[in-house]
């Protein structure tokens, strides 16, 4: 069966009434499926207006669970969301931006997910909606491993909420592939960076993709960067032991010696892209 409501509460009466599966831009949804048929009634919630679009209210931004990277990137926004829309033209081509989505990129939860770094360093949380109730939890605790987050199966995730603090930050994405253009990543990083008015690093959010099952802010590199100098001696800063906490794994794109390698040096780039200083 194949549903597309047109409000929010028919989508939410599919989900829990007939254990439907949610199809969003279907970027994920059908390759995932492969050969196969959906086991279940498939609820289209593209049609429903609610869940688009990005609003700017007094102290976060909401972007709408359905809105696509191509509705994001078109989207005026302050600098501390520069490296959410570097992420949003990584993913796939000019076609998946306009039909793929920002919750769907969260609900499918790949450890390759290019929104989710920046995301991340932005403290974004999401918001699900279900007929029990809304729920905010942090990005940081929504994705818990290799495509699994705590989205329950009657839960429809309708936005993501991004405080308005960093906004002014610099904010810098870099993603390392086999090839310049529509690659899944080897290995990613997120970088946002707040200076006071002597060029001293005042907050620093930095998160990476692809090295561990989830992506995940380094937060001892974090604080060591907090009131240092942003010059040309930042790079020489970030050691191989600030990345301690990550754990990637040897698969098809690259073995995890090359990404613990590489991420160093995208860590260590972004900052210094960051601060403009390469
Ligand atoms: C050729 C190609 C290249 C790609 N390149 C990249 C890339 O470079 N980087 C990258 O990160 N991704 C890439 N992707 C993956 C994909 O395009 C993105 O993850 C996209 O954002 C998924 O959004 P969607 O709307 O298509 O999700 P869908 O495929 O519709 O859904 C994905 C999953 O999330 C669930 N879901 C979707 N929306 C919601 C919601 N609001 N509430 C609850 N559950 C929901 C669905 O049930 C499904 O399980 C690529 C895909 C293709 C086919």
Redesign the pocket.
């Known amino acids: 069966m194949y549903l597309r409501p047109t409000n929010l509460a028919a989508a939410l009466d599919a989900v829990a009434q007939m254990s439907a599966?949610?199809?969003?831009?279907?970027?994920?949804?059908?390759?995932?499926l492969g050969e196969k048929w959906p086991s279940a009634p498939v609820v289209d919630?593209t049609a429903i207006r609610e869940?688009k679009g990005i609003i700017c209210g007094q102290d976060y931004f909401r972007i709408g669970?359905?809105t696509?990277?191509s509705e994001l990137l078109e989207t005026p926004l302050p600098p501390g969301f520069d490296a959410l829309k570097a992420?949003a033209r990584?993913?796939?081509?000019a076609q998946?931006q306009n039909?793929?989505?920002?919750?769907?990129?969260?609900?499918?939860a790949?450890p390759?997910?290019?929104?989710v770094p920046p995301l991340l360093a932005l403290d974004a949380e999401v918001e699900?909606i279900s007929r029990a109730g809304t729920r905010r939890l942090p990005l940081a605790d929504f994705i818990v491993g290799n495509r699994k987050t705590l989205?329950r199966a009657d839960?429809?995730?309708?936005c993501v909420i991004i405080p308005r603090t960093l906004e002014n930050a610099r904010s810098v994405f870099l993603k390392l592939g086999a090839r310049r253009y529509?690659?899944?990543?080897i290995a990613m990083v997120a970088v946002v960076v707040a200076l006071d008015e002597h060029r001293l690093i005042r907050h620093a959010r930095i998160a990476v993709g692809s090295c561990s099952a989830r992506a995940q802010r380094v937060r001892e590199l974090e604080a060591a960067l907090v009131g240092v100098p942003a010059d040309s001696r930042l790079q020489a800063l970030v050691s191989p032991q600030h990345l301690h906490c990550l754990s990637p794994i040897d698969d098809v794109r690259a073995t995890a010696a090359y990404r613990r390698d590489a991420v160093l040096v995208i860590v260590r780039r972004a900052l210094d892209t960051c601060v403009g200083y390469s």
């Open positions: 599966c949610v199809l969003a831009g279907g970027t994920d949804f059908y390759p995932s919630i869940l669970g359905m696509t990277w992420a990584e993913i796939g081509g998946i039909r793929g989505t920002i919750g769907g990129n969260l609900c499918n790949s390759a997910a290019d929104s699900l989205r839960e429809i995730l309708s529509l690659v899944i990543s």
